[in-house]
């Protein structure tokens, strides 16, 4: 049960304690009439249960009950109210009424003010009893208490939701905000990238091919031909990252959908990794997404150039498992069967930025030694 109907409930509970305090107190301030008049107050009572649904009507309906009653006690004096030891007789309210009063301000606001007005001047009893009775400021308390807490409460609401609506406000411009500086930052390393490395490989390029027209050996002219091929390779991986970090994630993620899918090219790439790696292939590739296609690429790509890397001479098994909820890729190499050369250890941020790419799919990335003193690299991509 909620709390909101926890509460309504206890309003009904409240309202029917009073009403039979009303009818069976010591004296009683309403004549029971053989139990008529308490099935009367626990019907007005029951009306509570819709005091949130519908306000308003709660509280002109216990309004209008209270003005019937009203008016058949000043047609026959007394008939309804029993009279007090000074002989003035008591001012009547429904048991329900002042709660119907609060519920009118609090779930209604301005459109609760005019039954609870109705109620406040009926619970007066201005016409049936003297100016200097006490029970004119104990009736108007009766009803107006009520009616007055409920305006401070929906008022209280209404500056919590305010303050709510800023703050969520305040966290979206935040979030531009820092948006827009990473767009900024992601667009000052492309320009850096583009104006010092673009060069540089450019350079290469030009240099290996220089080296390939001037050799004499075939195989320095062929070993120059592949590190111009290689050269130009990066060079156009390396504008299409440009181009990517000049936009937002939302980009990246587009133009990875539209661009090629390089599962197809897999075996390509493991056969000219440099690595005796095997390639397994489990399930329908062609099911599966660009953008999937194209992390699950990266993921093998980074894997062997760790290999090739860390691990000198071992050997390794990729492994590609295609299924309607997603692609599962590992790379697992054995043990190095010579020590890495320091000059072409990396600085261990490809593992990271290759992790940022699986997550930006809200995919998983798990990477760790194996038991046997290789290495494991494992990736989950959905579907």
Known sequence: MSRRSLS???AVAAAVV????LVRGSPPPLRAFGGGMLVVQCALAAVLLLRRRAPVAVGWLLAAA??????VEAAAPRSLVSVDTAGDAYPWLPAAAPFAAYAATAFGFRRGLGPAAVLVVLATHFWALPPDSPWLLQGVLFAGGPALLGLYVAARRRLLASLVERTERAERERHLLAEQARAEERSALAAEIHDLVTHRVSLMV?????????????ETRAAADEIRETGAQALTELREVIGLLREPPAALLAAAEVG???PGRLSALVGESGVQ??????GDPGRVRPVVGRAAYRVVQEALTNVRKHAPGAAAT????????????SVRNGPAAAPPDPAV?????GLLGLRERVELLEGSLKAGPCDDGGFLLEARLPA
């Open 277 to 282: 790696a095997v390639l397994v292939e489990d």
């Open 8 to 10: 309504d409930l206890l």
């Open 345 to 349: 250890v990396g600085s261990g941020t």
């Open 66 to 71: 209270t003005a019937v009653l009203a008016v």
């Open 260 to 262: 090629e899918a390089p």
């Open 18 to 21: 009073v009403a039979v305090l």
């Open 318 to 329: 990729v492994t590609l498992r295609y299924r309607p909820e997603g692609v599962q890729v």
């Open 206 to 218: 030009l240099q290996a091919g220089a080296l390939r027209i001037s050799a004499d050996q075939p």
